[in-house]
């Protein structure tokens, strides 16, 4: 059966469907208020918050027509959908606070048309109506979708034709606490359907999951998801399976919703071991998620095609208060690697991440955001944390802080939280997020764009030099995947040619691989190759007497990487770059370790206390790196070059 009801008759079944889901004994904490007595007198501004930190620019979104600050309201859960077919248009939605004394809130929502330079506010979805849990998509038209939890758990799912400046009365889609929504943009079976699941134990009907076959003008009966995931999102393949993430964790999958002609099921859900049970009541965010439980594949056509990514924060075993964690299937949900964790910082006490949110762009990579404490040590002081992989989870470029520190504590509106979740749209050059953050003492909602991790290397040697300038050089003009195409549009240009000059030196370098047992040792060539010992363990044997300079023979949290020599002649293995004291040690590959053929404790570095060593080697053979401290630990950059003669 299918459901189209227009707004008044949805309010006048709040009271039945309120009924549902208040058999457990679980609390519902998207209960409606009363609406705040409206204030005598002009609303009081201030000035626009713009931040920026790192050459990253953050701009405030909850806005009034002018432009200015809000004075006295809050702003949190941010939701954001980019159109496709003009990716400068797009539309954050939120829950707006009018008063911080209130925790009555409304739907609020901005769009922009200049790529997130600057947004309007035109107003609430629907004035004096409660609203809550803003979930945003977009279709392959251009058309945006808000859906808005109301009281009695329903939701609404509103629909924008004219780049979300304004929204339709909504349709009734069933629903329930903490819904999410996913939007089928494949150009097969399932295009244009819409997925939305939500919290079981909240929810307006037997079930938790609807779908829409006719581009959201009705919704379908609810069914039962196996697993009932809940907190978390949904996300779509190339073929049109569906795939539902939930905290606990969880993966349901369905390759056959897609199909109208068929009925409603999913095919399996498979529990996953991310290491640690996701947060709820931690201290950064006192009455909320510490994050929702993220669910993305790859659909580049690339080596990754159809590799699915599970991210969360957890609270993983030992002091440490919070992590994010990543984990990757490649076969399609069945199995799952065991879970990687991407913040780099040591191991402790105080350092918690956060808000974990994460995209997958359309050339593959993943990029994730969280709030991060590793600098304050203090629960409610937080940074935007950003990190990136190109290789599928397995390596990640370096933890870079994004904005300044904010108090997570400050601007409550009778709620102690900072909402439930931020949100992140990747592309092929960038991240854009929305998230909320305190930088002028209150609640508000800012976006911003995180450039990718680049470098305009077009002969693949990890330095932008003269042979790179001079493939722009030769190149310029249309091309069709062209090395030099650094901006990838088509022509090799004046911008590639900046880019070029802004990147001149070392490439960035991604981090870490993960080395800790000698039989795991990832193979690399020639060339730098970020490493970092913080999490390692210290199993491994002590280096023989031979190796003892004067400190021992003890090596510290090692990393082992396998190398396969390009050439016949002397191999050199360089740390001296690294900011900890070192050791080093080369093996042949017999074994794990083989025979010992060099070694090296104080060789380079600023104070002479980082480790550099040669050996011989032959062209097509493997040998083992191992990298390690002395009493010490940290990270750095292996530089391995044969030297053939």
């Not at 009925?263 to 640690?276: E, K, N, V």
Request: hydrophobic share 35%; proline share 7%; with cysteine.
């Amino acid at each position: 059966m299918k459901i189209h009801l227009v707004p008044a008759l949805v309010s006048s079944l709040l009271p039945a469907l309120a009924a549902f889901g208040q058999t457990t004994g679980e609390k519902h904490r998207e209960v409606p208020t009363g609406r705040p007595a409206a204030t005598a007198g002009p609303v009081v501004t201030s000035p626009p918050v713009r931040v920026e930190r790192g050459g990253h620019l953050s701009v405030q979104v909850n806005v009034d027509a002018t432009g200015n600050n809000i004075l006295g309201d809050a702003a949190n859960e941010p939701s954001i959908a980019i159109d496709p077919t003009d990716p400068r248009r797009a539309v954050i939605g939120w829950r707006q606070f009018d008063s911080v004394f209130s925790s009555f809130r409304e739907g609020g929502y901005a769009w922009t048309d200049d790529g997130g330079q600057t947004w309007t506010f035109p107003g609430v979805l629907e004035e004096g109506v409660f609203r809550s849990d803003p979930v945003l998509d977009v279709d392959a038209d251009g058309r945006f979708f808000y859906n808005s939890l109301t009281g009695g758990f329903v939701n609404t799912i509103h629909v924008s034709t004219d780049g979300g400046r304004t929204f339709d009365m909504g349709t009734f889609a069933f629903g329930g606490d903490k819904q999410w929504m996913g939007i089928d943009r494949t150009g097969g079976t399932g295009h244009g359907n819409v997925y939305a699941n939500w919290t079981r134990t909240f929810s307006t009907c037997d079930g938790q999951f609807t779908l829409s076959y006719d581009d959201g003008m009705s919704y379908e009966d609810c069914i039962d998801v196996p697993g009932a995931p809940r907190w978390g999102t949904i996300a779509v393949d190339a073929d049109g399976a569906v795939y539902i993430a939930g905290t606990g964790f969880v993966v349901a999958k369905s390759t056959t919703l897609r199909d109208p002609g068929l009925p409603p099921a999913f095919d399996f859900a498979t529990p996953i071991d991310l290491g640690g049970p996701g947060l709820f009541g931690a201290a950064p965010n006192p009455g909320g998620l510490g994050g929702q439980t993220w669910i993305d594949v790859d659909v580049s056509g690339g080596p990754r095609h159809g590799d699915v990514y599970l991210l969360s924060t957890v609270d993983p075993p030992g002091n440490d208060p919070a992590d994010v964690v990543l984990a990757r299937s490649t076969d399609g949900g069945l199995t799952w690697s065991d879970p990687i964790r991407v913040n780099d910082d040591p191991p402790g006490p105080d350092a918690w991440q956060w808000f974990a949110t994460m995209a997958v762009a359309p050339d593959g990579r993943i990029d994730v955001v969280w709030n991060d404490t590793r600098n304050s040590l203090e629960a409610n002081i937080s940074e935007l944390y950003y990190a990136s992989s190109r290789d599928g989870g397995r390596t990640w470029f370096e933890n870079t802080p994004i904005t300044p520190a904010f108090d997570s504590w400050l601007g409550w509106p009778q709620q102690n939280k900072l909402g439930d979740y931020y949100d992140m749209v990747s592309d092929d050059r960038a991240a854009n997020v929305a998230y909320a953050a305190t930088f002028n003492g209150e609640q508000d909602v800012y976006f911003t764009r995180i450039e990718a991790p680049s470098c305009a290397d077009a002969d693949g040697d990890s330095f932008v030099a003269f042979t790179d300038l001079l493939a722009v050089i030769g190149g310029w003009g249309p091309c069709d995947g062209c090395s030099a195409d650094f901006d990838g549009d088509g022509v090799v240009g004046v911008t590639d040619l900046l880019l070029v000059l802004a990147g001149w030196g070392r490439c960035p370098l991604p981090c870490c691989l993960p080395t800790d047992a000698c039989a795991d040792a990832p193979t690399v060539g020639d060339g730098p190759v970020r490493f970092s010992t913080l999490l390692s363990s210290s199993g491994d044997p002590s280096l023989p007497a031979r190796c003892d300079e004067g400190g021992g023979t003890v090596v510290s949290k090692d990393v082992w990487i396998r190398y396969a020599a390009a050439c016949d002649g002397v191999v050199t293995a360089s740390i001296c770059e690294a900011d900890f004291d070192t050791r080093l040690a080369a093996y042949d590959d017999a074994d794990c370790p083989g025979g010992l053929l060099a070694c090296s404790d104080d060789a380079c570095g600023p104070d002479g206390t980082r480790s550099e060593l040669t050996f011989e080697a032959t062209a097509g053979r493997t040998y083992l790196i191992r990298v390690g401290g002395n009493a010490a630990s940290g990270q750095g950059v292996l530089v391995l070059t044969c030297d053939g003669g």
